[in-house]
């Protein structure tokens, strides 16, 4: 799985050119795109916990990392 993280503002076309590379290279990955848009942090933090997508939520939940011993 690739977990991107747009900057922030970032527009997409921009933020697709990477994930299209990506693609190219691991055409079996899942891939996860976040963008960041400015206002997200000058809200609540009730509001940035709401706007948090629950497919996104579930999908990380999903992932079995391995333990550090």
């Known amino acids: 799985m690739d977990l991107f993280y747009g900057l922030v503002g970032a527009q997409l076309p921009h933020l697709y050119k990477y994930t299209k590379i990506y693609d190219g290279l691991y055409p079996e990955a899942t891939q996860i795109l976040i963008r ?33 011993s």
């Open 36 to 68: 960041c848009h400015p206002s997200f942090f000058w809200s609540t933090e009730n509001y940035r916990v709401s706007t948090v997508p629950q497919p996104l939520i579930a999908n990380l939940r999903s992932l079995s990392f391995p333990s550090a």
